[in-house]
């Protein structure tokens, strides 16, 4: 049974950092690629990041510079390290990890950035 344990939501205040975490089991983690996505009410799911499973990574444009997304497949970990948080990025984050035809989600985590 695949399983993806979220931890590291809260709150936080503007331009504070915060660190999202992701552990994944029942699966080979190192060979699946994962991403963080965020969704907020009303509107889809967005993706934020996402690393391969050969390390390459993707963010979306309004985390860039601020967001970074490594992986410790030891630990079978992914994490999310977002810095200079905006209120703007306030939304339930996801972590999520696909390989061929599997996809699997975890139940998300709360993140709220406010003063």
């Known amino acids: 049974q695949v399983q993806l344990e979220e931890s590291g939501g809260g709150l936080v205040q503007p331009g504070e950092p915060l660190r999202l975490s992701c552990t994944v089991s029942?699966?080979?983690?190192?060979?699946?690629?994962v991403a963080w996505y965020r969704q907020t009410p009303g509107k889809k799911r967005e993706l934020v990041a996402a690393?391969?499973?050969?390390?390459?990574?993707d963010y979306a444009d309004s985390v860039k510079g601020r967001f970074a997304i490594p992986r410790d497949n030891a630990k079978n970990t992914v994490y999310l390290q977002m810095n200079s948080l905006k209120p703007e990025d306030t939304a339930i984050y996801y972590c999520?990890?696909?390989?061929?035809?599997?996809?699997?989600w975890g139940r998300g985590t709360q993140v709220t950035v406010s003063s």
């Open positions: 999520n990890v696909r390989k061929w035809s599997e996809n699997y």
């Open positions: 029942g699966i080979m983690f190192y060979i699946y690629d």
């Open positions: 690393i391969n499973s050969d390390g390459s990574t």
